[in-house]
């Protein structure tokens, strides 16, 4: 089937930067749409920051400046350049992609396993 593996958490001082990679793999068609999720302890996951394959990107509006959402078609590989961190980006950050597999014939949401960002000095 398809399958998302994240890379690139850690524990980062305030004010530094942490780039986030998600690699799909498998049967894919193409990749409709992503995303990255985070979760911190006690709270709501929320959506950080989408991208569209038209190109259309958002933000919440805590990380809008500071982070950015890329991807390399080539690669099936999206990215989250995290900038400017401070403690209240620590949290869970899963990244999620709407795919087209198995030829096209199906289509849904896919989830990496998930990677934690430690924002403190």
């Known amino acids: 089937q398809v399958q998302l593996v994240e890379s690139g958490g850690g524990l980062v001082q305030p004010g530094g930067s942490l780039r986030l990679s998600c690699a799909a793999s498998g049967r894919i068609f193409s990749i409709n749409a992503m995303g990255w999720y985070r979760q911190a302890p006690g709270k709501q996951r929320e959506l950080v920051a989408s991208l569209t394959d038209g190109g259309i990107i958002d933000y919440v509006a805590s990380v809008r400046g500071r982070f950015t959402i890329s991807r390399d078609n080539a690669k099936n590989t999206w990215y989250l350049q995290m900038n400017s961190l401070k403690p209240e980006d620590t949290a869970v950050y899963s990244c999620?992609?709407?795919?087209?597999?198995?030829?096209?014939?199906?289509?849904?949401?896919?989830w990496g396993q998930g990677t934690q960002v430690i924002v403190s000095s």
């Open positions: 999620n992609a709407h795919i087209s597999y198995d030829s096209g014939n199906y289509r849904r949401d896919f």
